[in-house]
């Protein structure tokens, strides 16, 4: 089993386990949601489109409307089975979903924190940690693309992953899946700061570009 289904089936493990109606770091969605959106962008390829362009929107409501009232169960074999054989995302598996699967994992477990209290995030095995870091360099880095700083993203023992942005210079540490977390635009994250407190807020404050 490659590390994109292996965080799959604990994300399938964790919806199980916290029901459908169960709140998300995704503002408005609970589980439900969150999984009907994995499935159309697996499935539905024709119904993702309406998520970045607009006049598609209303289609893609609607047929995320049409999976609304299956039931639960139903939706989370589904989202287990993984993309079907004519899905480009069956191929590159390993590739395009591993991120989107830890990231979405995290948005259900941490769905219920106080985006402003501690956090404690899970155990992250080190396979997963390497493995989180090219979605990082590469999909993290086009969606911080627009920071109004220059923002350094560090591991915990000082290695650079990635830099990105232009203006004052503000460092962030932390282990590779919390920085991606960042990157995406969650909270809360395990994550240190550096540079100046103006600097620092315009970051955490910064629109993130999908």
Same mark, same amino acid.
């Given at each position: 089993?490659?590390? *994109? &289904?292996?965080?799959?089936?604990?994300?399938?493990? #964790?919806?199980?386990?916290?029901?459908?109606?169960?709140?998300?770091?995704?503002?408005?969605?609970?589980?439900?949601?969150?999984? $009907? =959106?994995? $499935? @159309?962008?697996?499935?539905?390829?024709?119904?993702?489109?309406?998520?970045? $362009?607009?006049?598609?929107?209303?289609?893609? *409501?609607?047929?995320?409307?049409?999976?609304?009232?299956?039931?639960?169960?139903?939706?989370?074999?589904?989202?287990?089975?993984?993309?079907?054989?004519?899905?480009?995302?069956? !191929?590159?598996? &390993?590739?395009?979903?591993?991120? +989107?699967?830890?990231? =979405? =994992? +995290?948005?259900?477990?941490?769905?219920?924190?106080?985006?402003?209290?501690?956090?404690?995030?899970?155990?992250?095995?080190?396979?997963?940690?390497?493995?989180?870091?090219?979605?990082?360099?590469?999909?993290?880095?086009? $969606?911080?693309?627009?920071?109004?700083? &220059?923002?350094?993203?560090? #591991?915990?023992?000082?290695? +650079?992953?990635?830099?990105?942005?232009?203006?004052?210079?503000?460092?962030?540490?932390?282990? !590779?899946?919390? @920085?991606? @977390?960042?990157?995406?635009?969650?909270?809360?994250?395990?994550? +240190?700061?550096?540079?100046?407190?103006?600097?620092? *807020?315009?970051?955490?404050?910064?629109?993130?570009?999908?």
């Amino acid at each position: 089993m490659n590390l *994109a &289904r292996f965080e799959r089936a604990a994300l399938v493990e #964790t919806m199980r386990r916290t029901g459908p109606d169960a709140p998300t770091l995704c503002a408005g969605w609970d589980n439900r949601d969150l999984a $009907i =959106h994995l $499935i @159309l962008r697996e499935r539905r390829l024709d119904a993702t489109a309406g998520i970045f $362009i607009g006049p598609l929107a209303g289609h893609t *409501a609607a047929v995320a409307d049409s999976y609304a009232d299956k039931p639960w169960d139903e939706l989370l074999a589904m989202l287990s089975d993984g993309p079907p054989w004519y899905s480009p995302f069956r !191929v590159a598996d &390993r590739f395009l979903n591993l991120a +989107e699967m830890f990231v =979405h =994992h +995290e948005d259900v477990l941490r769905g219920g924190a106080d985006p402003a209290g501690p956090f404690l995030p899970r155990q992250v095995s080190p396979d997963l940690e390497r493995a989180l870091e090219l979605p990082l360099r590469t999909v993290g880095r086009r $969606i911080m693309a627009g920071s109004p700083v &220059r923002a350094t993203l560090r #591991t915990g023992d000082g290695r +650079e992953v990635m830099s990105v942005g232009r203006g004052q210079p503000v460092g962030v540490s932390g282990s !590779v899946g919390e @920085l991606l @977390l960042f990157a995406f635009g969650r909270a809360p994250v395990d994550v +240190e700061f550096s540079g100046s407190p103006a600097a620092i *807020a315009s970051l955490r404050s910064a629109h993130r570009t999908l």
